[in-house]
């Protein structure tokens, strides 16, 4: 059963560290999309990748945050320095484009609270 | 800019009842709409995905529609389940002004809080 994985679950941080969150997509899939939920925002899109490119990252605050893929099987976001406002569920999802059925495959996500 | 929004944000209903999940976008060059089910403290599983070509699609006890034109889409629960309870989201997929692009690229809802009870 074919899953995305995300690491680590859970963070609890203070304002100013380093926090990196990890994705492993799904084997085969060549999109990976970086998604932050908030009560507030609801569900936004941070950036994405197609075949480890990135494609379209405007929705994540270039100044502190960065997403890459060091190759195929692994895709890192990372916040540096973190605040406060951070804090949410930061969700990774892959993809194949072009397939028939041109869904997303949502990881659990992780947790993220910046103290 | 694409926007979703969807109605209502939360629902209670007894066990049993049939009902209706709303979804509207403002922009209608979509490529698709998809509905998706969020469990507490999970990620979002994919219910029912509608090409923008189809006007529904059904699974089991669900039934989405699309009507482009109009810029909305609804899911239908019937015979609703406790174990339904879920927040669902709708998504829209923003088509892409090259093949890079083509497709795939989601616009979610706010979604609704759907409460069953038994």
């Known amino acids: 059963d074919a899953r995305v994985t995300q690491t680590p679950r859970h963070k609890v941080t203070e304002m100013g560290q380093e926090v990196t969150m990890r994705c492993q997509p799904i084997?085969?899939?060549?999109?990976v999309f970086w998604y932050r939920q908030t009560m507030m925002q609801g569900l936004e899109l941070l950036a994405y990748?197609?075949?480890?490119?990135?494609?379209?990252d405007s929705g994540m605050p270039k100044d502190r945050f960065s997403a890459e893929m060091p190759d195929a099987t692994l895709a890192t976001l990372k916040i540096q320095p973190s605040e406060p406002r951070d804090s949410a569920v930061y969700f990774c999802?892959?993809?194949?484009?072009?397939?028939?059925?041109?869904?997303?495959?949502f990881g659990p996500g992780t947790r993220l609270t910046v103290l | 800019k694409q926007e979703v929004t969807q109605i209502p944000a939360a629902l209670s209903v007894p066990e049993g009842e049939n009902l209706v999940l709303n979804c509207s976008f403002t922009?209608?060059?979509?490529?698709?709409l998809q509905w998706f089910r969020q469990d507490p403290g999970k990620g979002l599983t994919s219910l029912l995905l509608?090409?923008?070509?189809?006007r529904e699609q059904t699974s089991g006890r669900l039934n989405a529609s699309l009507d482009k034109s109009s810029g909305r889409s609804t899911l239908y629960i019937a015979a609703s389940q406790p174990g339904d309870s879920a927040t669902y989201l709708c998504?829209?997929?923003?088509?892409?002004?090259?093949?890079?692009?083509?497709?795939?690229?989601?616009?979610f809802g706010a979604g609704t809080i759907l409460r069953v009870k038994s």
């Open positions: 999802a892959s993809g194949l484009v072009p397939s028939a059925t041109d869904t997303q495959y």
């Open positions: 084997l085969g899939h060549n999109t």
């Open positions: 990748f197609r075949n480890r490119a990135p494609l379209d």
């Open positions: 922009d209608s060059a979509i490529y698709n």
């Open positions: 509608i090409q923008s070509s189809q």
């Open positions: 998504a829209v997929s923003v088509s892409g002004v090259t093949l890079m692009e083509y497709g795939n690229k989601l616009v």
